[in-house]
C-alpha cells in the first residue's frame, strides 16, 4: 500500500494564480483532513471530511476549497493565492473508530510570491 | 477554546539521559491525547496514545487530568529518538486533532 499520497511535493505560485493540491489513499478510511503548517507553528486544521460527498471546515478555511467525489481523494483547491498561504500542506486520513491513528502523506510545500 | 501548548521549542540531552518532553493542554471536554513524532525526511506518524497506555520505543506518556498534562518521557534517550515531537489534542470521537507547535529533540553522542 502506497498510504497517503500527495502531488506536488513542491510548488512555487504567483499572487492571484490558482492550483489543486492532490490528496490519494488506498487504506479505505473514511476520514479525510487538511492541515497546514506555518514555520514554528504546529499543524492547523484547514478542511476535513468524514465520508464521500462530506467535507467540513476546520479552523483556518478561508482561501480554500476541497471536494470528496471518492472515498480514495480530496484535493484542495485554492482560487487566488496569497503570500500569507505560503506553508507546508500535510493530508491525513484515518479509519472510523475512537482514539483513531492519523496516517499523514509527505506534504506539499507552496510559496506564494 | 481547546488549545495544546508545549513550551519548549528545543530540547537538548546527551545519550543515555532522561528526557521529558512536557505537553499541557485546555479543553472542557474528556480529551484524547497523542503524541506523534516526525524523523528526519519522514512523514509525521503516530507515537502513541493515551488511551493505549502503551510504551513505543521506549517512550511513556501519562495523562494528569489535574494538572491537564500529557508529557512524554523516556529514562534514557538514544541518537534515534531525535526528531520532531508533537502533542496533539482529540476532540469528541477524536476525529479532529488540534496540535501543539512541536518540540525538537536533539540528543547527542
Known amino acids: 500500500n502506497a498510504g497517503v499520497t500527495q502531488t506536488p511535493k513542491f510548488r512555487i505560485l504567483k499572487i492571484g494564480q490558482s492550483m489543486t493540491l492532490q490528496c490519494a489513499q488506498d487504506m479505505n478510511h473514511n476520514y479525510m483532513y487538511w492541515y497546514r503548517q506555518d514555520p514554528g507553528m504546529g499543524l492547523k486544521l484547514i478542511y476535513y471530511?468524514?465520508?464521500?460527498?462530506?467535507?467540513d471546515k476546520g479552523e483556518v478555511p478561508n482561501g480554500y476549497n476541497v471536494s470528496r467525489s471518492t472515498t480514495e481523494d480530496f484535493p484542495l483547491r485554492l482560487e487566488l493565492a496569497a503570500p500569507s498561504q505560503t506553508s507546508v500542506y500535510f493530508c491525513?486520513?484515518?479509519?472510523?473508530?475512537?482514539?483513531?491513528?492519523?496516517?499523514f502523506g509527505p506534504g506539499t510545500r507552496l510559496t506564494v510570491l | 477554546a481547546q488549545r495544546v501548548t508545549q513550551p519548549e521549542k528545543l530540547l537538548s540531552v546527551f545519550k543515555g539521559a532522561p528526557v521529558e518532553l512536557k505537553c499541557n493542554y485546555s479543553?472542557?471536554?474528556?480529551?484524547?491525547l497523542f503524541w506523534y513524532v516526525q524523523y528526519s525526511r519522514q512523514r509525521l506518524q503516530l507515537l502513541l496514545r493515551?488511551?493505549s497506555r502503551e510504551s513505543i520505543k521506549g517512550f511513556t506518556a501519562d495523562l494528569n487530568k489535574g494538572e491537564t498534562s500529557f508529557h512524554l518521557k523516556k529514562p534514557f534517550a538514544q541518537e534515534e529518538d531525535s526528531a520532531m515531537y508533537y502533542c496533539a489534542l482529540g476532540e469528541g470521537s477524536g476525529d479532529k486533532l488540534t496540535f501543539g507547535t512541536g518540540t525538537r529533540l536533539a540528543v547527542r553522542p
Open positions: 471530511s468524514v465520508g464521500a460527498g462530506i467535507t
Open positions: 491525513a486520513s484515518s479509519a472510523q473508530s475512537p482514539g483513531k491513528e492519523q496516517f
Open positions: 479543553y472542557s471536554g474528556s480529551p484524547e
Open positions: 493515551h488511551i
